[in-house]
């Protein structure tokens, strides 16, 4: 067992004001000797009240939905749900209080839980690792300057915009559609002996160096916090950036001093919020201090902030494959201190890529049936012999299309969304199964037969689900888009279930470099299953969903049920197919075809009830 010396503490710098806030809190509902933490920095943004208003609400409702639903199998999940309820919280105050438009922050969150660390962030926060007296950055950074870095180590280079800052932030809490959000799906292997720093960019005034000596030298938590605020005041910049540091020391339960402080005994640090906000009421901001709070002399892009947002696009699009980054309605990208120039960084941190898998180019072994954890079932049919195998796909949640930054319009806002327990079908319906249903097609045993059934509309789809739940007693149906997603997902956020790229050998489709003919679909099974027990989410056919066509997510329910309404004469399809480039096999990948037609490359997935 592991155990954690944490503290935490924060100065104003030269600012007239604090809008950090930061929280240290023990999780309750751990088993037996075991113990989790939860450790938050927000640092806000938008002037005097805002950014501390901005802040203070983040940590407040990020903590909330956490602790509500702690403890979790899918933390991961929830890390993500509570930076969109803290996202949603500020929506809503701005809505109510309009004077406070504009204000936003960032924020970074780890949970530390007997032997591992999971995080998530947004902005340009820090979280670094000491470990063998190395210090290394884990979360992504959302500057400008972190996206130039990414591209260099992807070998995108990209020459930097004149006028632009590489402090200027890519993505914040806002209100708005968050651009980014860095949450990677494995959780991190912690060691005796690592120290865990999460701290606000004021921290910048000092070099990494420096930050590593102090971490090194320090004895408890909280020794290691005071010499590195010590570290700020004695630096003396003239436009010192509010500070917040929280350090965990990691160590072997027996290792641990009696005197060393506990979790919850740093307790939380917010900031009250302003008067007018407690009672819900939208009044005037409380007027600025006399003197202007004091910032780098730094100039603002030229062309301003539209000039920004259009440039940064074209840039995006041409760097990441076309990303789509703060295109909604013409909204501005989200900067420290929207009336003034953002703050310069001493120093900055390259980022290492968030949640990135290898992946192998090895053919792998096709499985003859799901992984054996896998609950799979064949309903009876009345008529005689048995319906297609099904699995079990467990309840849980996800977060459903993309973000503004990594993928197609129609993909976003990003939302949670959570699903209840129901079954799949392993494979997509072959031409052997719809012929029972038909009365046409080649059997079930022959090649021809297992074949996924293609040149079906979603009316024909429909009857045969129907059919399925006549002969079986049991509700069969089409999955609604986000049971689809969820079910090709198999909890990863990656853009395919398992990994960043696409690779050779992993599905059917028109680059998979498989060796087989891309002119049309091969039989069912012939790569591996997702950890759900799921057979070809990606390529071979696009299969159809229950759901109506809406351009984008907005409105979209958030309980895993259709989306109804929008054109319901075109219908939602998913998971690429033979034919399909990679963009378009990604497992938040959408197209639409109209209900009453058919076409070579869509087919069927049934789901059941439980």
Known sequence: M???????????GARDYQEDAFLITRLSGTRGDSHASLIIVADGMGGHAAGNVASNMA??????HLTANYPTESLGIVLREAVMQANNSITETVRETAALKGMGCTLVAAVLEEKIMR???VGDSHLYLMRNNDLNKKNADHSYGGFLDRMAEQGKAIEPETGFSRNMLMSALTGDDIADIDCPETAFDLQAGDRILVASDGLDTLSQGKILSYLMSAASAKECVDALLKAVRDADMPRQDNTTVIVAIVSEKADVKAASPRPAAAGPSLTPLPPPLRGGTATALPPRAATPPRLPAREAPAGGKGAF??????????????GWWWMNGGAQPPKRHATTPPEAATTTATSEPAGAVAVPDETPAPPAAPASTVETFRDALRSGGDGPLMAWVPAGGFMMGSPATAGEP????????????FAASVYEITVGDFARYSGRGAKA?????KLPVTAVSWNDAIGYAKWLSTQTGHTYRLPTEAEWEYAARANTSTPYWWGRELGKNRAHCFVCQTGLDSKSPTQVGRFSANAFGLYDTVGNVQEWTYDCWHKNYDGAPDDGAAFEGGDCGQRVVRGGAFTSYPKDLRSMARDKLKAGAGSQTVGIRVVRSE
């Not at 592991?2 to 104003?12: E, F, N, R, S, V």
């Not at 940590?59 to 909330?64: A, D, I, L």
């Not at 940064?312 to 699009?317: G, R, S, T, V």
């Not at 045993?445 to 037969?449: H, K, L, Q, T, V």
Request: glycine share 12%; no cysteine; aromatic share 6%.
């Open 2 to 12: 592991l155990t954690y010396d944490i503290a935490g503490a924060q100065i104003d």
């Open 59 to 64: 940590v407040q409702t990020f903590n909330k």
């Open 119 to 121: 995080w998530v962030s």
């Open 309 to 322: 947002v259009a440039a940064l696009a074209i840039l995006l699009a041409a760097g990441a494959g076309g």
């Open 410 to 421: 129609g993909e976003t806002p990003q939302h949670a969304v959570r699903v209840k327990k």
């Open 445 to 449: 045993d022959s090649d021809a037969g």
